[in-house]
């Protein structure tokens, strides 16, 4: 049986809230849309979009969230991350901002 791994991830508050709107008016919650962004994170070996410069103000107050994954997609995305110089909270900071930029997620799940 595969592992599961717990990845948590900090988010500022304002963000997270605008992040869950835009996710709730497509037919995704913020878990599925996370999930779904590592698989093609650690599928692709490199980030699965082009993020775009966009202005949001932060509330300054952040919470975390998780989403679980199977440990190898949670291990594989990690380590492409960290090739980037990123972590999972950055990673999902700019997938939130680019979701809310085109009300849509930025990728093509599966794809």
């Known amino acids: 049986m595969l592992g599961v791994k717990k990845v948590s991830v900090r988010i500022d508050t304002g963000l997270k809230g605008e992040f869950e709107r835009v996710l709730d008016g497509i037919g995704l919650d913020p878990t599925n849309a996370m999930r779904c962004f590592a698989f093609q994170i650690a599928r692709k070996e490199s980030f699965p979009f082009e993020p775009s410069p966009i202005e949001f ?3 300054g107050k952040t919470t975390v ?3 679980k994954v199977a ?5 594989d995305a990690d380590a492409v991350l960290q090739d980037l110089g990123m972590n999972f909270s950055s990673a999902v900071r700019l997938l939130a901002l680019q979701t809310i930029a085109e009300g849509a997620i930025p990728f093509r799940a599966g794809a």
């Open 65 to 67: 969230t998780f989403f």
């Open 71 to 75: 440990e190898k997609v949670a291990d």
């Open 57 to 59: 103000e932060m509330s």
